[in-house]
């Protein structure tokens, strides 16, 4: 069982619509992450929020717009996507982002697909 | 930009053979850690190595950082099924924040 919860599992949408997926944890952490997960591949961050703060932003498209509502939530807004943008999306949290060594909790993703 | 290489890419192995997923860096790192993806699921926290030269066991997988910490090796003994999964490193560059490189990741599959 994975602590950081994302909903929905799955998502179909066209190019023209716009969606929202949502991660959320309740273990006190501080930092939240957006990955991206194609294929095959490893995950590829795409953004970082500290203390409910844009912190890093991984040169990502306009049309994937981050928020963090609270410390507990972190949301990926969707709109005008590319067939290119299916994927795994994975958010994951840790304690806080410092210098310091911090693992990283993933959720179980949203697969994506744009038709 | 930030590198981590990992090989080899694919390894099937016999189950009860030995498996070893190495972890290149071109840059020195802060640290690195290790994941497993299992098919379908996520990345799962396997373990952190700090120290440059530092070995960590567990059970049947043995961790190692290299001394220019720019390396690390992940070991297993004796693979079983439930082995089964792409291992990543992640690596924070020296210096850097808490955003991890993912390496490329090594595919296991394990042949009963």
């Known amino acids: 069982d994975t602590e950081v919860t994302q909903t929905p599992k799955h998502l179909v949408m066209g190019m023209t619509n716009k969606k929202s997926l949502k991660c959320e944890q309740h273990?006190?952490?501080?930092?939240m992450y957006w990955y991206k997960q194609k294929a095959k591949k490893p995950p590829e961050l795409m953004f970082v929020?500290?203390?409910?703060?844009?912190?890093i932003n991984e040169s990502v498209p306009s049309r994937f717009s981050p928020e963090c509502p609270n410390s507990s939530l972190l949301n990926l807004h969707l709109h005008a996507l590319q067939p290119e943008d299916s994927a795994l999306y994975l958010c994951?949290?840790?304690?806080?982002?410092?210098?310091?060594?911090?693992?990283?909790?993933f959720g179980d993703g949203t697969r994506l697909s744009i038709l | 930009g930030q590198q981590v290489m990992q090989i080899p890419q694919y390894q099937h192995v016999q189950e009860g053979e030995d498996f070893t997923t190495y972890c290149n860096s071109s840059?020195?790192?802060?640290?690195i850690q290790w994941y497993k993806q299992r098919p379908g699921g996520h990345p799962v926290f396997l373990i952190q190595?700090?120290?440059?030269?530092e070995v960590k066991k567990q059970k049947r997988l043995t961790f190692q950082f290299g001394e220019a910490k720019k390396n690390s090796s992940l070991h297993i003994t004796a693979t079983q099924t439930t082995d089964v999964g792409t291992y990543f490193c992640a690596a924070r560059p020296r210096g850097g924040a808490n955003n991890l490189f993912f390496g490329t990741g090594t595919r296991l599959t394990v042949i009963p």
């Open positions: 840059t020195t790192l802060s640290n």
């Open positions: 929020y500290s203390y409910e703060k844009l912190s």
């Open positions: 273990m006190g952490h501080r930092a």
């Open positions: 994951a949290s840790s304690q806080e982002i410092t210098y310091s060594n911090q693992p990283q909790h």
């Open positions: 190595l700090v120290k440059s030269g």
